[in-house]
């Protein structure tokens, strides 16, 4: 004779054994997928990453104004070979598109590891059709032997909330080790202010050696 307390004890059993079989199914997706689960994870985190603080909007904007407050006499580059800034490289493509272009360096605040907003170590071109170079940017230069060495250095050199990029040796610069931060002031990269390569710059119009 089946009473109400053992159909209760009936339901009770089956509702447990469900809830067991989709756990144990939920268990063996996440066993044979794991590698999308953290994918999923991951790509979250790095949106998180990516949303900046308004404090951190700020620094980008100053540090965009004052580069370009310091470069600004440097339109015309004849100021900048005036000061002892010497074109280097020839014209920098990217490895896929667009480039660096062309850097005119200034060797003795390059020796000097000092990190300035003020005198950056290099001033960033684009070359033109009419064979005047067209001012896009600075980069920052440091020597990274020469930064680590100091004690006081523990990580990569930063700039108002911005860090540098590591160059190992050996390089298509021919350079020794070097820590790097551009700052596209004066040209727009769609895929940021302070990355190393702008999609938008081409050394197509450039007479002369072009580092690939």
């Not at 005036?82 to 360096?105: N, Q």
């Not at 700052?183 to 050394?203: E, L, Q, R, T, Y």
Request: proline fraction near 7%.
């Amino acid at each position: 004779m089946i009473t109400a307390q053992t159909r209760t004890i009936d339901v009770k059993v089956r509702r447990f054994a469900r809830q067991m079989h989709y756990s144990i199914i939920a268990l063996v997706l996440i066993s044979v997928c794991p590698s999308r689960t953290l994918a999923q994870d991951h790509s979250r985190m790095a949106m998180t990453q990516q949303e900046l603080t308004p404090d951190q909007k700020n620094q980008q904007g100053a540090l965009l104004k004052m580069v370009r407050d310091a470069t600004e006499r440097f339109k015309d580059v004849r100021e900048a070979e005036s000061e002892g800034y010497v074109l280097t490289f020839g014209c920098v493509s990217g490895p896929d598109s667009g480039g660096m272009g062309l850097h005119y360096v200034n060797f003795a605040l390059f020796g000097s590891g000092v990190i300035d907003p003020a005198h950056p170590q290099i001033i960033l071109y684009e070359p033109t059709p009419s064979g005047r170079p067209k001012l896009t940017g600075a980069d920052f230069l440091v020597d990274a032997a020469q930064w680590d060495s100091d004690p006081k250095h523990t990580g990569p050199p930063e700039l108002m909330g911005q860090l540098f990029h590591l160059f190992d040796a050996p390089n298509r610069f021919g350079l020794k080790a070097f820590y790097t931060l551009h700052v596209w002031a004066w040209k727009d990269n769609p895929n940021g202010a302070f990355v190393n390569w702008n999609p938008n710059v081409s050394c197509q119009s450039f007479v002369g050696p072009t580092n690939n």
